[in-house]
């Protein structure tokens, strides 16, 4: 038998976790995240793969976007608006999903960036209005332990 070396193979592993958060309002504007079975906002997305910031297409979104669905969203207005709609730009992140994704980066011991950007990445699967899903990178190295050595540039631990 071949003996195995992780080495050898050039394995990247990295961990994604999530977790809706204890907030009063959502993420990017001021609507209080509840849950209503009365919809009275109703509104027709179709959504196509669009090149990321790198110049490319994912290759799921392109594959997702043969299928050319027509995506029926229906919200309530007390806990949506034209920013969940893609209708008005996200509003300034909130203040307390900031400080417990700091305080949960910090408990990891993670080394924390001194800026917060957010950046899109392309999900046309309809499980968003828009298209893409904002997500932002805030600490790296957890337990405040590089990768490896053999890494040049930093990666995500
Ligand atoms: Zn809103």
């Known amino acids: 038998m071949e003996k195995?070396?992780?080495k050898d193979v050039g394995v990247k592993v990295g961990l994604e976790i999530?977790?809706?958060?204890?907030t009063n309002k959502k993420l990017f504007c001021n609507c209080t995240p509840i849950?209503?079975?009365d919809y009275d906002i109703k509104f027709q997305r179709k959504l196509r793969a669009s090149k990321s910031e790198l110049g490319e297409f994912d290759p799921a979104a392109l594959f997702e976007s043969t299928k050319s669905k027509t995506i029926m969203y229906y919200a309530n207005h007390e806990s949506s608006c034209l920013v969940e709609q893609d209708e008005e730009p996200p509003h300034e992140l909130d203040d307390d999903a900031r400080k417990i994704a700091l305080t949960i980066a910090a408990a990891l011991k993670s080394?924390?960036?001194s800026e917060i950007y957010p950046?899109?990445?392309t999900v046309i699967d309809g499980s968003n209005t828009t298209g893409f899903q904002r997500t932002m990178l805030i600490s790296i190295n957890l337990f405040g332990r590089r990768c490896s050595k053999n890494f040049?540039?930093?990666?995500?631990c």
Do not use: D, G, V, Y
């Open 152 to 156: 040049r540039r930093r990666r995500e």
């Open 18 to 22: 999530h977790q809706q958060l204890a």
């Open 4 to 6: 195995f070396s992780i």
């Open 119 to 121: 950046m899109r990445k």
């Open 111 to 113: 080394n924390i960036f």
């Open 35 to 37: 849950e209503s079975e």
